[in-house]
């Protein structure tokens, strides 16, 4: 079976610190692919990455990072110097690389922002 | 560029009633896919289609829930006797193929409310 965690239900920083979301995921498959999605307050899905599981290099978009540790089956994401837009409820997600396609989703953690 | 769009927006049934939630994918989009989100939770898989078949519905949750994609295009989630453990967000998603390397893209979501 495949399952997401997201421990942290809910973090609040200040405006311009750095935050770490974390995401742990369970497969017995070897291959997979890993995603993070926004949800912001209009609740639309927004799309911010897929990651390959032969691919453990971490990758980095502007103020957003992530870090693949296939050791240690986390997937973690990290906003420097967040801004208030940043707030929303941030989804970690798994997905097989064969059979299923359906995405398999953590429980999200709400990220708040304060100025 | 037109994103998914799903309708209605928000939906109030009485319990027993049955409701019909459209979601129109991406034009051009092979794979569509449903999900529940419960208040607070991530979402949950319900059914994939891959074109008019669909090919996986293992988490549509009883026999009430139905599905169908006649033409390839146009989905439609079907909730007969709507019961109240039915109110959530249902979120569609499509994806150009049904590979795993391909993005889903979602809906902004249709909020069901059972009273």
């Known amino acids: 079976a495949q399952k997401v965690t997201q421990a942290q239900t809910e973090i609040s920083v200040v405006e311009k610190e750095d935050v770490t979301l974390d995401c742990v995921y369970e497969t017995r498959d070897t291959t997979y692919y890993l995603f993070w999605y926004k949800q912001p307050p209009s609740g639309e899905l927004v799309f911010l990455i897929r990651?390959?599981?032969?691919?453990?290099q971490n990758e980095i978009s502007g103020r957003y990072s992530w870090n693949f540790q296939k050791s240690t089956s986390s997937f973690n994401f990290t906003i420097t110097a967040s801004q208030v837009v940043d707030s929303a409820v941030y989804f970690c997600a798994l997905r097989r690389s064969e059979g299923a396609q359906k995405l398999v989703f953590g429980q999200g953690t709400r990220l708040t922002i304060n100025p | 560029g037109a994103g998914v769009s799903q309708s209605p927006r928000y939906k109030v049934a009485k319990r027993g009633q049955d409701v019909a939630l459209r979601c129109d994918p991406i034009s051009g989009h092979v794979s569509l896919f449903w999900y529940q989100q419960a208040l607070g939770q991530g979402p949950e898989f319900l059914t994939y289609?891959?074109?008019?078949?669909?090919?996986?519905k293992s988490g549509l949750p009883s026999d009430r829930f139905f599905a169908e994609r006649p033409e390839g295009s146009v989905s439609t989630l079907k909730i007969q006797r709507t019961q109240q453990e039915d109110s959530a967000v249902y979120l569609c998603?499509?994806?150009?193929?049904?590979?795993?390397?391909?993005?889903?893209?979602f809906g902004p979501g249709t909020r069901l409310t059972v009273t």
């Open positions: 289609f891959q074109n008019e078949a669909q090919l996986d």
């Open positions: 990651r390959n599981s032969f691919d453990e």
């Open positions: 998603a499509s994806s150009i193929f049904g590979g795993p390397s391909y993005e889903q893209y």
